[in-house]
């Protein structure tokens, strides 16, 4: 356990910062699985309202530091391989 007053802060912070980024990882988890859903639905109009609705999302989650760049042009190029797919 943290014995000084700045340690004990950075507990702090750290925990509430974890919670926060725990919430925003699943966000962006669950908009990237809603794009794969309607993939395997076979529903391409849907599929393609829900990848535009991700790809900001992808891209706020790497303004907000909870994923790299890299991990998010992977991700975005996979989804959109995955619509190119169904046509």
Known sequence: ??????ARK???QAEKSRIRN???????RTFIKKVIAAVR???KEQAQAA?????????SAVNKGLIHKNKAARSKSRLNSRLRAMA
């Open 1 to 6: 356990m943290a014995n000084s007053p700045q």
């Open 41 to 43: 639905a076979g529903d």
């Open 10 to 12: 950075r507990a702090r």
């Open 22 to 28: 725990a919430g925003q990882r699943s966000n962006l």
């Open 51 to 59: 990848f535009k609705v991700a790809v900001p999302v992808i891209d």
